[in-house]
């Protein structure tokens, strides 16, 4: 038996309009589908596990380079949900599950008073929650005018 020749790759505004699943993550990190909530544990954790974002900045869930599918996020695709300090540098516990080590240089301070900072390497934003916003900031202190961190030797000021 042979095989038939491959299908037609879809034409792109079809592949796009594809892509548009009705995945949204709304402001307290819950996720959706087609406005009925995803209470699935496990589907939950993949969905979050496999969040990206595209080279325009646009939300995905990422199976592969071609196939993903886009998230609408209401403020941002995951959240810090708690901070643990290890040998006295600030460790982010993520939503999806992930452990990493904080990076300070990207700790900032909405208008609206809430600390968010980048995981992931730098490639997604993530807002900390009441109890990991608590224990980093129970560290805050002042230097001349700059309000901070410091770890160690090294001062690191809010953005």
Known sequence: MTAGPAPAPLPPEVLERLRTIGLRIDGAGGLWHQGSPIVHLGLRQAILRWLDVRDDGRVIVRLDDVRYAYVDVDDTPLRVTAIRWVDGAPVAHTDDGQVEPLDLATVTVDPDQR?????????????????????????????GDALGLRVGDRFWPLG
């Open 115 to 143: 600390a968010r900072c980048r995981v992931r390497g730098g490639r997604l934003e993530a807002r900390l929650t009441s109890p990991a916003h608590q224990v980093l900031f129970a560290r805050l202190e002042a230097d």
